[in-house]
Every structure is written in C-alpha cells, then in structure tokens.
C-alpha cells in the first residue's frame, strides 16, 4: 500500500526497507547484547527468501526470550542514588481502534504513532523533532514499520522517508540515529521487554556509555512501542533527556 501511494515500484520499495535493516545490522554489529551481530548486504537482503510479500528474511525481527527493568524515582531524589540519572521528559500512551471500522483505512500510517508524538513533543516542548530529537528507538517488527514510525513521528516528511534511508540521515553518522543498538532487528522481540530495552539504550546513549555505537553528543532521545497491529493498537512515546 505504501509504494503504491507514494508512486514506488516494487524493487524501489523493495530496496528502501532493505537498507532499513543493512542500517539496523551495522549498528546492532556495534552491540554486545543483541543477539545477531553480522553486517548484512543489501544485495543479500534483496535475495533473501521471502516471508510475505515485500518482506523478506531479514525484513523481520526475531522472536526471543528476554526480560528488562527500570528503576524510577522523584526527579527530585534522581542524584541521591546515582550522579549521572537520565530523566523523563514525556512519556505519552495512544489508544486507538477506529480505523477497524472503516473501509478507506489505507495502513499507510498508525494514528496511534502521530498522536503519541505529537502528545510527548508537546509536553517536552518539542516543537521541531527532526531537529531537536537526537536519537530514537521504534517498534521495528518489520522494516517497514520503521519507515511508517519515521513519517509518523515526525522525522522524514510524508512520502518522503526514502530519501532519508538512503542518505543515512538515521544512521549512526547521520543527523537523527534510529536504532543505535540494532533494535528488535537484531535483539529479537520478547514482546513484555522491548519497550524498557528500547528506553535502556536510550539511557546508556545519554551517559556516554555506549562504545563503538555512541551518538554524538545526545540531548534527548525518543523511544515508541507498539502493541497491537495499525488499524487499532496502544503505542507508547518516551523522551528522555538531561
């Protein structure tokens, strides 16, 4: 639905989810945890097996065990348990459903991402995120769900994220990172834990401690999760920060 709305012909759209996951492999080769760490090709992406029409082998995450946790305490109290704390700048839930109901639902977008983004970018007075975001983690089940994530939250203009995937612009040396650590690309997908490991690079990324995969100087970064599927789910919207 995506390549036809946007006037991409399959190998075109083939192509651009395909270097969503060669980005995800590169950065999750810099990653200890996650659980594949190989580069990958694009050619190698192209010619992989196909699992459902665009999507190919490495066009999903794996699915895998795993567990995660966070400590929370008052802004206030942050330093009397550590001298470097990350702090909250928004957190955001969307629930959606109505798009179950109608017929002209394209599945080119998730509501529930945009107002999510547009509800966390107004509590952290965010009023340009593409520019003030300075890495993020997404729900990246699916390379396209990365690329809908990235139109809906705000970081590539609709229609237009292609041109963002392919001049690295969420690379690691690009201007807005996604998925420095690999993401559920490359850590696999334990459902319950996803969201707070996504919020976890996060954290790390900000102190500095993140090795060969750290972003440059990061002033606030974004996660969003997904549970459910696009025509009705919740998506959750974190921005972190100093």
Known sequence: KYFER???????????????SVKSHKH???SPKAHFQNEVTIEQVMKAPIIS???????????SDGAAAAILVRADKAKDYRKDPVYIKALQISVGGEN???DDYDFTHVEEIYRSGIAAYKEAGITKPREEISMAEVHD???ITEAIFMEDLQFSPRGRVREDIESGFFTLEG????????????????IGASGVRMLYEMYKQIQGKCGKRQVKNPRLGLTSNLGGEPPGCCVSSIIVGL
């Open 53 to 63: 029409w665009p999507l190919g082998l490495f066009d999903c995450c794996g699915v």
């Open 28 to 30: 999750g080769a810099l």
């Open 175 to 190: 201007g807005l990172p996604v998925q420095p650590d690999g993401g559920l690309k490359c850590f696999g997908h334990p």
């Open 100 to 102: 179950r109901l109608r």
């Open 141 to 143: 089940c699916f390379s």
């Open 6 to 20: 946007y006037g991409l012909s399959p190998e075109e759209g083939k192509r651009m989810i395909g270097m969503v």
